[in-house]
């Protein structure tokens, strides 16, 4: 429990250096053991340090008001976004690598009664992805960050894919021309997805010799198994086979991490924020939508934190709805599950391809209201 709370601690603030206060990874890497040293690993602890210790740990003056302005913001509760509360280490995944940090997800601390007030703007794609990764998180939980968001990328383009298909935009997808035999397969949201075999590393939590934990990051651990979801319409393209060395040097044709993270941040958005209680209604017809908030002028900062709040908030209702249901269901019977609980707060759009891509409405109400009852 020990080494698995000093990985935890280790996400969270190479996490706060990165995500929140944009410093390069090479740069943020170094500084974890100086600021545990000094017992500053938290944003709170970090704005309330004496400023002469800080300058001895960051010696870059431009990196330190970095961090500094991260942490205020982040400790002060007036100023701080819903998405960018740095989470808490009880709530970090058990496995990383020292790559894996640059992909936390924005995280939400608001009660789950007040979501219920909240409504995003998206179209079904996203909405699904959002559901996959959630899923990951009980269904392949020994898997790292990385993988979840791989996995639940190439789940959401393969029904994408379906669906083009089902509405006369495509002809065939690669899975029906049997691109995907003799590659290894997961079980998500209802399908079978090829998958490609791939190790990572976990941190070294050595202890030194007056009992103190350290963590090294830049030694590699133990190695895990672990997957990449396969990119089949790339792999089609490229005419195969699936061998690094015969790709043109980028590698196979992966869903990488990146790609599924920055998909969510960038079609999900926030569109009522109040304190009126978000409907849902499947039946509804589409409307068309006007941008969120379109008669303010806002910055792109502003427009990103929205995003990110809005994917906060949708990602933390999801998954209060799974962990309701995942001491009494199986892996199998929750993914089940999943798929028809997405089936029911979708956005309603337009029949055929007339609704490709269409955005909608979706009520986090809808989403809460799937909690299993005690």
């Given at each position: 429990?020990?080494a698995?709370?000093a990985?935890?601690?280790?996400?969270?603030?190479?996490?706060f250096?990165?995500r929140?206060?944009?410093?390069?990874?090479?740069a943020?890497?170094?500084?974890?053991?100086?600021l545990r040293?000094?017992?500053?690993?938290?944003p709170?602890?970090?704005?309330?340090?004496d400023?002469g210790?800080?300058?001895?740990?960051?010696?870059?003056?431009?990196?330190l008001?970095?961090v500094?302005?991260?942490?205020?913001r982040?400790?002060?509760?007036?100023?701080?976004?819903?998405?960018?509360i740095?989470?808490?280490?009880?709530k970090?995944?058990k496995?990383?690598?020292?790559?894996?940090v640059?992909?936390e997800?924005?995280y939400?601390?608001?009660?789950?009664d007040?979501?219920r007030?909240?409504?995003?703007e998206t179209?079904?794609?996203?909405l699904?992805?959002?559901?996959?990764?959630?899923?990951?998180?009980y269904?392949?939980?020994?898997q790292?960050?990385?993988?979840?968001?791989?996995?639940?990328?190439?789940?959401?383009?393969?029904?994408?894919?379906?669906?083009a298909k089902?509405i006369?935009?495509?002809?065939?997808t690669?899975?029906?021309?049997?691109?995907?035999?003799?590659?290894p397969?997961?079980?998500?949201?209802?399908?079978?997805?090829p998958?490609?075999?791939?190790?990572?590393?976990?941190?070294?939590?050595?202890?030194?010799?007056?009992?103190q934990?350290?963590?090294?990051?830049q030694?590699s651990?133990?190695?895990?198994?672990?997957?990449w979801?396969?990119?089949?319409?790339a792999l089609?393209?490229?005419?195969?086979?699936?061998?690094?060395g015969?790709?043109g040097?980028?590698?196979?044709?992966?869903?990488?991490?990146?790609?599924a993270?920055?998909?969510?941040?960038k079609?999900?958005?926030?569109?009522?924020?109040?304190?009126?209680?978000?409907?849902?209604?499947?039946d509804a017809?589409?409307?068309?939508?006007?941008?969120?908030q379109?008669?303010?002028?806002?910055?792109a900062?502003?427009?990103?934190?929205?995003?990110?709040?809005?994917?906060a908030?949708?990602?933390?209702?999801?998954?209060h709805v799974?962990?309701?249901?995942?001491?009494?269901?199986?892996?199998?019977?929750?993914?089940?599950?999943?798929?028809?609980?997405?089936?029911?707060?979708?956005?309603?759009?337009?029949?055929?391809?007339?609704?490709?891509?269409?955005?909608?409405?979706v009520?986090?109400q809808a989403?809460?209201?799937?909690?299993?009852?005690?």
């Amino acid at each position: 429990m020990a080494a698995e709370a000093a990985q935890a601690e280790v996400q969270a603030l190479l996490a706060f250096l990165t995500r929140d206060a944009k410093v390069p990874l090479a740069a943020a890497l170094p500084k974890y053991n100086a600021l545990r040293k000094h017992g500053l690993v938290t944003p709170d602890a970090i704005a309330k340090a004496d400023i002469g210790i800080l300058r001895l740990i960051f010696t870059d003056e431009k990196i330190l008001k970095q961090v500094q302005n991260a942490a205020k913001r982040l400790s002060n509760p007036k100023k701080r976004a819903a998405s960018t509360i740095l989470s808490s280490p009880t709530k970090q995944r058990k496995t990383t690598s020292d790559h894996e940090v640059q992909l936390e997800l924005p995280y939400s601390d608001l009660p789950i009664d007040d979501l219920r007030h909240k409504t995003i703007e998206t179209n079904r794609a996203p909405l699904f992805l959002a559901f996959a990764f959630c899923l990951t998180k009980y269904t392949f939980s020994e898997q790292p960050l990385s993988s979840r968001l791989s996995l639940a990328q190439a789940v959401t383009s393969a029904g994408a894919q379906s669906k083009a298909k089902y509405i006369g935009l495509t002809d065939s997808t690669a899975e029906d021309e049997g691109w995907a035999q003799g590659q290894p397969k997961i079980r998500l949201m209802g399908r079978d997805v090829p998958v490609m075999r791939r190790h990572v590393a976990t941190p070294v939590i050595k202890e030194e010799e007056d009992g103190q934990e350290t963590v090294d990051v830049q030694e590699s651990g133990t190695m895990q198994e672990a997957f990449w979801g396969i990119d089949l319409e790339a792999l089609k393209k490229s005419n195969g086979p699936l061998v690094a060395g015969k790709m043109g040097g980028a590698g196979p044709p992966v869903y990488r991490r990146e790609g599924a993270r920055a998909y969510m941040l960038k079609s999900i958005d926030l569109v009522q924020s109040d304190d009126k209680k978000g409907e849902h209604n499947e039946d509804a017809k589409p409307e068309k939508l006007s941008s969120p908030q379109r008669s303010k002028k806002l910055t792109a900062a502003d427009k990103t934190a929205r995003r990110e709040e809005a994917v906060a908030v949708l990602l933390k209702a999801i998954d209060h709805v799974y962990a309701s249901w995942s001491t009494t269901l199986k892996n199998d019977e929750l993914d089940r599950k999943a798929s028809s609980w997405y089936a029911q707060v979708r956005p309603a759009v337009e029949y055929g391809q007339a609704g490709w891509g269409q955005r909608g409405k979706v009520s986090l109400q809808a989403i809460v209201d799937l909690t299993k009852r005690p």
